[in-house]
């Protein structure tokens, strides 16, 4: 992964900040006040000027020539007035200055506070290590049934896993464990990755399920590798409306580096999103369907091209996948703000390159948010409500 973020519960990075913008915010005020005496000078000089005239207009009015004394009445009441003008403008200023220093000022005072509230805070040690559980296990499943109920992070080992990896694991109240391979939230991650970052995973875990990852194609051939139980995976979908739908594919399995981690699955086992794994008729070809379904496709990327088109999917369409020539389902795709978009915005290439689900949204419309996640096909039947229309298994003991 990229890496896993920084977290302080105690927040002394902010007070930090906090202190360092302290003295800034001194000197500016320290500033206005300097400015705010020019100005005030200025007027008094102003004033004085006025005084000024008018101790010279009586002067003037006792004096015996009454053309000069008009002459000088009339400089004297322009001088008056043009300086009126500029002691009604330097007041303005100085009023704006003030409300600047008070508003300043009262920022200061908030500032203050927090500084005070965030050293008490800080006399606990920052934590700059992310929280994980201690439980552990060979995926989500097996760390529920050891007695993990909390939704977070967990150090998993699959079986023939040479070393333990961090995942997220979705706990519920029922005992179950979702191991979750990706998630697309808000379009912070760019998922336009070669071969290796897509093999060794991307993005970032957090423990509060706030961010977008790819765990990795390597860790995923692993985990869906590991045991006689198959897995199911569920794919859940949020569009920009806010509606949430979901597709599960039995018997999920990732396949090796060697085989460039082959998509496989027995069926779609069920779902209100539709079956976009099995391809879409765009009505484009005849072979439409059958050029855009998934199940049995290697993982190609711009430098990996291991698509059934001349040209390369990856590269046209800017992210890894498990592509045919090309998709009728894409969950690596560009992210596009509001969900609908045009050939124009796709880029040259002019392809449907977004979040894609053909058989819920048209080819052009962008998902808002997606989750991959796998868990062991005998969890099926205890979770509850979003089971509905699947096709029931048995005969499948506990894993």
């Given at each position: 992964?990229?890496?896993?973020?920084?977290?302080?519960?105690?927040?002394?990075?902010?007070?930090?900040?906090?202190?360092?913008?302290?003295?800034?915010?001194?000197?500016?005020?320290?500033?206005?006040?300097?400015?705010?005496?020019?100005?005030?000078?200025?007027?008094?000089?102003?004033?004085?000027?006025?005084?000024?005239?008018?101790?010279?207009?009586?002067?003037?009015?006792?004096?015996?020539?009454?053309?000069?004394?008009?002459?000088?009445?009339?400089?004297?009441?322009?001088?008056?007035?043009?300086?009126?003008?500029?002691?009604?403008?330097?007041?303005?200023?100085?009023?704006?200055?003030?409300?600047?220093?008070?508003?300043?000022?009262?920022?200061?005072?908030?500032?203050?506070?927090?500084?005070?509230?965030?050293?008490q805070m800080c006399k606990l040690p920052c934590?700059?290590?992310?929280?994980?559980?201690?439980?552990?296990?060979?995926?989500?499943?097996?760390?529920?049934?050891?007695?993990?109920?909390?939704?977070?992070?967990?150090?998993?080992?699959?079986?023939?896993?040479?070393?333990?990896?961090?995942?997220?694991?979705?706990?519920?109240?029922?005992?179950?464990?979702?191991?979750?391979?990706?998630?697309?939230?808000?379009?912070?991650?760019?998922?336009?990755?070669?071969?290796?970052?897509?093999?060794?995973?991307?993005?970032?875990?957090?423990?509060?399920?706030?961010?977008?990852?790819?765990?990795?194609?390597?860790?995923?051939?692993?985990?869906?590798?590991?045991?006689?139980?198959?897995?199911?995976?569920?794919?859940?979908?949020?569009?920009?409306?806010?509606?949430?739908?979901?597709?599960?594919?039995?018997?999920?399995?990732?396949?090796?580096?060697?085989?460039?981690?082959?998509?496989?699955?027995?069926?779609?086992?069920?779902?209100?999103?539709?079956?976009?794994?099995?391809?879409?008729?765009?009505?484009?070809?005849?072979?439409?369907?059958?050029?855009?379904?998934?199940?049995?496709?290697?993982?190609?990327?711009?430098?990996?091209?291991?698509?059934?088109?001349?040209?390369?999917?990856?590269?046209?369409?800017?992210?890894?996948?498990?592509?045919?020539?090309?998709?009728?389902?894409?969950?690596?795709?560009?992210?596009?703000?509001?969900?609908?978009?045009?050939?124009?915005?796709?880029?040259p290439h002019g392809f449907d390159n977004g979040?894609?689900?053909?058989?819920?949204?048209?080819?052009?419309?962008?998902?808002?948010?997606?989750?991959?996640?796998?868990?062991?096909?005998?969890?099926?039947?205890?979770?509850?409500?979003?089971?509905?229309?699947?096709?029931?298994?048995?005969?499948?003991?506990?894993?």
């Amino acid at each position: 992964m990229d890496g896993f973020g920084k977290y302080c519960p105690t927040t002394c990075g902010v007070a930090d900040y906090l202190n360092r913008y302290k003295p800034v915010v001194d000197r500016d005020l320290n500033d206005l006040e300097y400015l705010l005496e020019e100005i005030s000078n200025q007027t008094k000089g102003a004033q004085d000027k006025v005084t000024y005239m008018r101790d010279s207009a009586t002067a003037a009015k006792k004096s015996n020539d009454p053309d000069v004394y008009i002459k000088k009445s009339t400089n004297m009441l322009d001088d008056i007035l043009r300086f009126e003008k500029s002691i009604i403008s330097q007041e303005s200023q100085i009023y704006k200055l003030q409300e600047s220093i008070d508003s300043n000022e009262k920022r200061m005072l908030q500032l203050k506070q927090m500084i005070l509230n965030l050293e008490q805070m800080c006399k606990l040690p920052c934590e700059d290590t992310v929280k994980i559980q201690t439980v552990t296990g060979k995926d989500c499943q097996d760390v529920a049934n050891k007695g993990g109920r909390t939704s977070g992070l967990y150090f998993i080992k699959p079986l023939k896993a040479k070393e333990q990896f961090l995942v997220y694991c979705e706990m519920d109240n029922n005992g179950n464990g979702w191991t979750v391979l990706q998630r697309r939230r808000d379009g912070s991650v760019d998922f336009s990755r070669p071969w290796i970052p897509y093999k060794e995973g991307f993005g970032y875990l957090s423990p509060d399920d706030t961010t977008e990852f790819w765990l990795g194609n390597e860790k995923m051939h692993l985990v869906t590798s590991q045991s006689t139980v198959p897995y199911v995976l569920r794919i859940e979908m949020t569009d920009w409306e806010g509606n949430k739908k979901y597709a599960d594919y039995a018997s999920f399995k990732v396949g090796p580096e060697a085989d460039s981690y082959r998509l496989i699955y027995a069926y779609h086992l069920g779902g209100d999103a539709g079956d976009a794994f099995d391809g879409f008729d765009f009505g484009d070809d005849p072979s439409d369907k059958i050029f855009t379904s998934h199940n049995g496709m290697q993982f190609s990327t711009s430098d990996r091209d291991n698509d059934k088109y001349d040209g390369n999917c990856a590269t046209q369409d800017g992210s890894g996948w498990w592509m045919n020539r090309c998709h009728a389902a894409h969950l690596n795709g560009k992210y596009y703000q509001g969900g609908k978009y045009t050939a124009e915005q796709a880029g040259p290439h002019g392809f449907d390159n977004g979040i894609i689900w053909a058989t819920w949204h048209s080819r052009w419309y962008s998902m808002k948010e997606t989750t991959m996640k796998i868990i062991p096909i005998n969890r099926m039947g205890t979770l509850g409500q979003q089971t509905t229309g699947v096709k029931q298994m048995g005969g499948i003991g506990d894993i």
